[in-house]
């Protein structure tokens, strides 16, 4: 099944998205990555959703990405006495340890942690930022504050400090549990949660031992600080923009959303752009025109994928939320402006061998009729090169492992094939041919670029590239090695 686009769709599975069917009609309309949300489900849920998309991938022979979420630290109020209470603007209000039930004048709040870093001036944000409290005084098991912008609060609301760098790792017990189950389930991504510093990635690193991609959510403003650091120990990015736009200043979010893909790009690492993209259509089945506008807009930027949360999850419509989607990014990229922005975005690397070879791809592509550009890649890093250079022909990422195909299912413009170990370049070279012919991105009368490393399988080795016609029998039998 050949997508007739660039950007890549993920969509969350959830009770409206569990069988067989549901999963595979959301395959065909558009979705390469599937979401496991860790947040929600026991884990022989996760498994059975897991079993599904395999089986799914096994019936339409196509590499199929899964992506696991893992939930990150809650930081949450406790119960109130009353079940909720209304603060009014300019009253006082504490949060501390005590376990007692709360009133309209003081809640616990279980996590020293956070009382530990408050400063004097501190905000905390109560409920998504719909209540806002200023800290007047603190101490190791209190605050007092001044709500400066009033609301309902009730039992178990989540609690965000956007002022300061919590001392709170990243992965909770949970999300060790869950990492370790996804591991082993066989996922090939971790989203990783509330990252602040680039330890926090490290640390998932160290547990996954190499089994899973790890993509760090930039959802704290501490995480936009540190994130050129955090980018570099990082395989992917997720501009998570819900807790960001509650965090920061709403309007300070989308330069920061083009100014982390635009990085994360010049990286030559696969950049999501999620959180609220088609939020109406979880109870309409057509979005608003605010909607499709964002959605068209993280296109234009150059994002790896756009994802739907929700609206695939528990929405009341999500084959026609992923419909929409492709559609959208088809019109996006069909738009002659499209290349241009694209073009202009573009960074240039040229820092190695490789960074040569894949630019030199790319322009001969764009200079010629040629049709495809072939990479074969062990590791997937050959074929995210050429995906950081945006060509404006089809990239077929050759690879013998499956688990390289599935990952690279969520990079830009790339269609992954599953093909024979390779360690002669000619044996390479008909690979490719007979790839581009069989997935109808040339004909005989064609021409494709081909890249690869020589020595074969060995990672980082990319230094041959041919021009090769797509007609077997007018191939060189001269073996270029």
Same mark, same amino acid.
């Given at each position: ?97 005590? *376990? ?361 080795? *990319? ?19």
């Amino acid at each position: 099944m050949r997508r007739h686009r660039n950007v890549k769709i993920v969509a969350t599975l959830g009770p409206a998205s569990s069988d067989y069917e549901m999963i595979r009609a959301l395959f065909e309309a558009g979705a390469d990555v599937f979401r496991l949300n860790m947040s929600h489900g026991v884990h022989e849920d996760i498994r059975k959703r897991h079993e599904i998309i395999r089986k799914v991938e096994a019936d339409l022979g196509r590499p199929i990405g899964i992506l696991a979420d893992l939930q990150g630290p809650k930081l949450r109020v406790g119960v109130f006495a009353n079940g909720a209470e209304e603060l009014v603007e300019g009253a006082a209000f504490r949060m501390d340890l005590s *376990t007692a039930p709360g009133d309209v004048s003081r809640v616990n709040l279980p996590h020293p942690e956070i009382f530990a870093a408050l400063e004097v001036g501190t905000s905390l944000l109560v409920n998504d930022g719909k209540i806002r409290l200023l800290v007047d005084s603190c101490g190791k098991d209190f605050a007092n504050c001044t709500v400066t912008v009033g609301g309902t609060i009730s039992n178990r609301k989540g609690v965000n400090v956007p002022d300061v760098v919590l001392p709170v790792a990243a992965l909770s017990e949970k999300d060790r549990d869950d990492l370790e189950f996804a591991c082993e389930l066989g996922v090939d991504w971790l989203a990783l949660s509330f990252v602040q510093r680039p330890e926090d990635v490290i640390e998932a690193r160290v547990l996954a031992k190499g089994r899973a991609a790890i993509m760090s959510k930039i959802e704290k403003p501490a995480a936009v600080k540190a994130f050129d650091a955090i980018l570099q120990v990082s395989d992917g990015i997720m501009v998570a923009r819900g807790d960001l736009g509650v965090e920061l200043p709403v309007y300070s979010v989308p330069p920061i959303q083009k100014r982390l893909v635009r990085a994360t790009r010049a990286a030559a690492k696969p950049v999501i752009v999620a959180t609220q993209m088609l939020e109406s259509m979880i109870e309409a089945p057509v979005p608003t025109r605010a909607e499709v506008s964002d959605v068209a807009t993280a296109i234009y930027e150059g994002a790896d994928a756009v994802m739907l949360s929700a609206e695939s999850a528990a929405g009341k419509y999500p084959i026609e939320a992923v419909t929409t989607m492709n559609n959208v990014a088809m019109s996006v990229e069909k738009d002659p402006n499209y290349r241009s922005v694209i073009e202009a975005s573009r960074v240039v690397r040229r820092e190695s061998v490789a960074d040569g070879i894949v630019a030199a791809a790319r322009e001969i592509a764009e200079a010629t009729n040629i049709k495809a550009i072939c990479c074969f890649s062990q590791s997937g890093t050959t074929a995210s090169l050429v995906a950081r250079e945006r060509p404006h022909v089809a990239i077929l990422a050759l690879t013998p492992l499956m688990s390289t195909a599935r990952r690279m299912a969520l990079t830009w413009g790339t269609h992954c094939v599953i093909t024979e170990p390779q360690d002669r370049f000619k044996g390479a070279v008909l690979a490719a041919v007979r790839a581009a012919r069989d997935g109808g991105f040339a004909t005989e009368e064609d021409q494709i670029v081909v890249t690869a490393g020589v020595p074969f399988n060995v990672k980082g080795t *990319t230094n041959i590239l041919r021009v090769a016609p797509c007609d077997e029998r007018l191939i060189s039998r001269v073996d270029p090695e």
